[in-house]
């Protein structure tokens, strides 16, 4: 159950596109197509932005884009705004019902 | 609409025990698998537990296997978390969070539980 490998920090103007890594094995973010992405400002809870990948709940903006190449996941957030500032964490199935997250990213808005 | 609302954080000095409790409304809490997922302070998300809709199942991340209990009683609409052998590294907030598709679709707000002498 190790954890999956985000970068620490990523940052961006407004306005541009900022993407976020997710690495993983083969056993978690490349066998499965259960990666799901989450925001989180300060204090607050997690607020789930993509999840199988690629698909966005209801109500998140399509600014929010997942992606997927063998046991790396990324997550693109296009024309960045101030709101968008929080920690990101990654998540994935890893099998025989265990889940595994990433460290989280802190994404700065300059 | 959906919430849900932890309660039974606390300050507990090690070794000791502690239940959670997640209350759930304004969806068939019995048709759901639900999870408790912690962040110690500063860090990031860590998976706990899952237990089935029905409790027919529990899983446990092995930080915490042997030592933690998931449960839930679909009559009262709750989930619980019975840690015992409490560790310091089991400082976190604890969230439950309901689960679609493999991804945690709605959670609440988080109760923290602070383990020290």
């Known amino acids: 159950q190790s954890a999956l490998t985000q970068p620490p920090s990523a940052s961006g103007s407004p306005g541009q596109s900022v993407t976020i890594s997710c690495t993983g094995t083969s056993s978690d973010v490349g066998g499965y197509n259960y990666v799901s992405w989450y925001r989180q400002h300060p204090g607050k809870a997690p607020k789930l932005m993509i999840y199988?990948?690629?698909k966005r709940p209801s109500g998140v903006p399509d600014r929010f884009s997942g992606s997927k190449s063998g046991n790396t996941a990324s997550l693109t957030v296009s024309g960045l705004q101030a709101e968008d500032e929080a920690d990101y964490h990654c998540s994935s199935y890893a099998g025989s019902n265990n889940w595994v997250f990433g460290g989280g990213t802190k994404l700065t808005v300059l | 609409q959906e919430q849900l609302v932890e309660s039974g954080g606390g300050v507990v000095q090690p070794g000791r025990s502690l239940r959670l409790s997640c209350a759930a409304s304004?969806?068939?809490?019995?048709?759901?698998?639900m999870h408790w997922v912690r962040q110690a302070p500063g860090k990031g998300l860590e998976w706990v537990a899952v237990i089935w809709f029905d409790g027919s199942y529990r899983y446990y991340a092995d930080s915490v296997k042997g030592r933690f209990t998931i449960s839930r009683d679909n009559s009262k609409n709750t989930l619980y978390l019975q840690m015992n052998g409490l560790r310091v590294e089991d400082t976190a907030v604890y969230y439950c969070?309901?689960?679609?598709?493999?991804?945690?679709?709605?959670w609440g707000q988080g109760t923290l539980v602070t383990v020290s002498s």
């Open positions: 304004g969806f068939t809490f019995s048709s759901y698998g």
């Open positions: 969070a309901r689960v679609i598709n493999y991804a945690y679709e709605y």
């Open positions: 199988e990948v690629n």
